[in-house]
């Protein structure tokens, strides 16, 4: 009797019957899918929140980029005099221009391109077409934080 109760003892899975192994075999499978639905989870609410910080500063980049608007347009404006009896002064405005531009390129926020650039809509927005214009004039331009544009390049459709 004793030669029994150590065989029972030193292989205690030769009694159990092929169902409980079937069904310890399906929860192992059930955590195995669970463990990699949570990782699936944990890796897009990284992407989410990594989407809303990098989206978070849009409405303070807008704000930027009228101020810089306003500093390229008095630049335009400037009278011919004034560049020649004043050149550090405009000096001074362009380096503030330049390092607006700069600030906004760390934050991966860059100017639409206009060079050769046919009319598309998802970058610009027509204010006035002539008709049968083919070329576009930029009026106001338009940025990209990385891949999304978020403000549209405003353009006249000119011939």
């Known amino acids: 009797m004793d ?13 159990i019957p092929i169902d409980l192994q079937k069904i ?8 195995k899918r669970e463990r990699a639905d949570f990782q699936n989870y944990k890796k897009d609410e990284a992407r989410r929140v990594e989407a809303i910080v990098k989206y ?6 807008l704000e930027i980029i009228d101020v810089l608007d306003g ?27 330049n390092k607006f531009q ?11 391109d206009m060079q050769d650039a046919k009319f598309n809509p ?8 002539e008709p049968g214009g083919e070329r576009i ?3 106001r331009a338009g940025y990209m934080l990385g891949d999304k544009v978020f403000r549209p390049t405003r353009v006249k459709i000119v011939k």
């Open 71 to 97: 500093l390229e347009i008095a630049m335009n404006q400037v009278p011919q005099e004034i560049k020649e009896k004043h050149p550090s002064w405009l000096e001074g405005i362009t380096n503030a221009i």
């Open 24 to 31: 310890a075999d399906d929860y192992l499978d059930n955590w």
């Open 122 to 129: 998802g970058f610009h927005e027509a204010l006035e077409i």
């Open 3 to 15: 030669e029994d109760q150590n065989k029972t003892q030193t292989n205690p899975t030769d009694n």
């Open 102 to 112: 700069t600030v906004l390129g760390k934050y991966d926020i860059k100017r639409i």
């Open 137 to 139: 004039e930029e009026i």
């Open 56 to 61: 978070s500063n849009e409405g303070l980049a």
